[in-house]
C-alpha cells in the first residue's frame, strides 16, 4: 500500500495533478496494488480529462480510507516533499541551482535540525536567477552548503518511515 500512500503523497505536493490520478491508479492497480478499495477502482476508471478536480482527488482520499492509510497532513507532505528534493539532489539527478526553484520557506514543529539547515542554506540563494549573478566562488560555495545540507536530511531517512509509515 505504499505506492498508494506514495501517489497521494505526491498529489497533495503538487508533483501529481488530479487529471493525472485516473491513469496512476489504473498502474496500481495493473501492478495488483489496491484492487480491494472499490474508490481507486473507480478512480481507474475515469478519464481525468474534463473531470472536475475535486472528484477525482476525492476518489483517491477515499481510496485511501478504504485501504487503512494515514490522512496526510501538510507537515507530513512538505516534509517528504523536503526528503525528495534532496534524495534527488544528492544522486545528481536535480542539479543545484533548480533547488532554489523548489525553494520554500516552511519548517514546521515536527523539522528536524537537519531538514532546518537545508531549508536555510537553500534560502540563502534568495532565487536561481540570483545564483547567476553571484561570484562562482561563492556559488561553488553555496552548492557545497546545500548538497552536504541534503546529505544530511537524506542520511535522517524517509519522513515516511520515521512517522511509522513504511518508505
Known sequence: MDAVFT???RHDAGRVFPEDLPMAAAELLARGIGGE???LC???GRSGRGERA???SELLRQAMEELGLPVLDEELVERCRMYETAVELVSGELPPDEVAVTAWRWTG???TEAERRFVA???EAGCPDCLGAWPEELARAWVREVTAAAAEVVADGDPRTT???GG
Open 54 to 56: 475535486g472528484e477525482l
Open 42 to 44: 473507480e478512480l481507474a
Open 163 to 165: 512517522a511509522g509509515l
Open 109 to 111: 514543529a515536527e523539522a
Open 37 to 39: 478499495s472499490p474508490a
Open 7 to 9: 501517489l497521494a503523497l
Open 121 to 123: 542554506a537553500v534560502d
